[in-house]
């Protein structure tokens, strides 16, 4: 993925199913520099929300994209704005049950799981920034009112720790599950290239970004099952790596199953999609 340059006098190209080029143009400018990831980040996360939350969407407006020195400065921007290299944009979306502009929160946690680089909520809790190929890490920030109307940041993150929420009287988007476990780097990547190996098309992206698809595609395993995929939930539960579910692994995933049977359900002993959605950090 890289950054594009359209030029609006030779047309307007559709970048996404719902995204065309100009909406990503600095105002009064025919040319325009767009990273390729970010239209199709915005994209999926208008899918995200309906996915996690039921929260459908029924426009996409951009606000900011691709921004010229001038028109950066003009609007107070950053010096080094990742904006300036068309590496950003900031959005909303509309819902469909309300007319009115979606809280931020949604978002903002769908792009934290799909693995969006860099996040941050703009004091409006309706619009969100996201920037792609700026920087190197994660950069999650979010912005939030706490019980006394005053603000406070704090990472993305920490937005799914429920004591965190409560503390500062946030309220809990409903059908969203805090308290995300992370991942061991590259965990979930390695699962997906594991399932595009064992199952038929169409194949999962191995973008190491949980989601609804990979969810889906994660097999019904208990004891007897073997391979790969066995020692990935033998990484995950933190037990010995051995490719097998013989009886000692099914004991330690059943007690692994007690300790998180808020999340699971009830311990039985297989691991089906409410424990997927637990190993996989979605609850
Ligand atoms: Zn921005």
New binding site residues.
Partial sequence: MAVKIYDLSQGNPRLTENLLASEFRSPGETIVKMEEKIPIHIQALKDDVSGYWGRRVKAITI??GHRTPAYNASVG?AKN???LPGQ???FYFTDEATGRAMPSIYILCAAQLRGVLGI?R?RDGLSV???EGFRSKPWWTYQAVNANGAFVYNPVADFFNTSWARTEGITVPSGFRPVVPKAPDGWVKRLQIVINITKPLPKLAEDNAPGPRTLAACPILRKGAEGAIVSLIQERIGTVVTNKWDEYVDDKFYEWQVANSSYVGKADRICGPMCWKRLLGLS
Avoid: M, Y
Wanted: avoid cysteine; aromatic fraction near 0%.
């Fill in positions: 606000n900011a921007g704005s990742p904006h950003a944009a900031d941050e703009i920034h996201i920037d």
